[in-house]
């Protein structure tokens, strides 16, 4: 597979992990007040090729994360499955992505075929980049918006920095769900 085709997706290729516990999370805890949380994660990029829609010709790479708390090395705190979608006609990312707790997510931004860095963003309601989330997460953590940026250290090393903003019943203020994490390749 060339992997030119995945434009700035094909520095993602492969297998990545922290090095230890340095990822930072900033979620609500169970009484939905803030709760910092380090963690150490996975992630996975694999190529799946070109997928066309009609004329619209998009390239993949199929993706899992799992994360795992400081302390904790047996089941993971979190879990993503999904994938990064480059549209080189359009120059578009696309992060289409599930969390097994009942949220979607289709994010995406503009970006250079060569760039070293990229921001993703869905919103709720939007009916291009957009949220959903079951109906217990729309009443308790209402999901407002979702914003990923990536950046590429090296060739072996990028950081990401997330920020999804969460409406969570009884509370006035908007609650910043942060998480940011460097990852290294490992294969």
Same mark, same amino acid.
């Given at each position: 597979?060339?992997?030119?085709?995945?434009?700035?997706?094909?520095?993602?290729?492969?297998?990545?992990?922290?090095?230890?516990?340095?990822?930072?999370?900033?979620?609500?805890?169970?009484?939905?007040?803030?709760?910092?949380?380090?963690?150490?994660?996975?992630?996975?990029?694999?190529?799946?090729?070109? #997928? *066309?829609?009609?004329?619209?010709?998009?390239?993949?790479?199929?993706?899992?994360?799992? +994360?795992? @708390?400081? !302390? %904790?090395?047996?089941?993971?705190?979190?879990?993503?499955?999904?994938?990064?979608?480059?549209?080189?006609?359009?120059?578009?990312?696309?992060?289409?992505?599930?969390?097994?707790?009942?949220?979607? #997510? *289709?994010?995406?931004?503009?970006?250079?075929?060569?760039?070293?860095?990229?921001?993703? +963003?869905? @919103?709720? !309601? %939007?009916?291009?980049?957009?949220?959903?989330?079951?109906?217990?997460?729309?009443?308790?953590?209402?999901?407002?918006?979702?914003?990923?940026?990536?950046?590429?250290?090296?060739?072996?090393?990028?950081?990401?920095?997330?920020?999804?903003?969460?409406?969570?019943?009884?509370?006035?203020?908007?609650?910043?769900?942060?998480? %940011?994490?460097?990852?290294?390749?490992?294969?």
């Amino acid at each position: 597979m060339d992997n030119i085709n995945y434009g700035p997706l094909r520095f993602l290729i492969g297998k990545w992990a922290s090095e230890g516990f340095m990822g930072e999370n900033t979620a609500p805890d169970p009484d939905r007040k803030i709760e910092n949380t380090k963690f150490r994660q996975e992630m996975f990029f694999e190529p799946i090729g070109d #997928v *066309n829609n009609h004329e619209q010709v998009l390239y993949a790479l199929k993706y899992s994360t799992h +994360a795992w @708390e400081e !302390g %904790s090395n047996e089941d993971p705190f979190h879990e993503e499955t999904g994938y990064f979608i480059w549209d080189k006609a359009n120059r578009q990312i696309m992060k289409s992505f599930i969390v097994p707790r009942g949220i979607a #997510v *289709n994010a995406g931004g503009d970006a250079d075929i060569n760039a070293t860095e990229f921001l993703l +963003a869905a @919103e709720l !309601g %939007s009916p291009t980049y957009g949220l959903c989330s079951n109906k217990f997460l729309d009443e308790e953590f209402k999901t407002l918006s979702y914003e990923i940026k990536f950046e590429f250290l090296d060739e072996g090393k990028f950081l990401y920095n997330e920020n999804t903003r969460i409406k969570i019943k009884g509370q006035e203020s908007i609650f910043d769900h942060r998480e %940011s994490n460097t990852l290294v390749k490992i294969n």
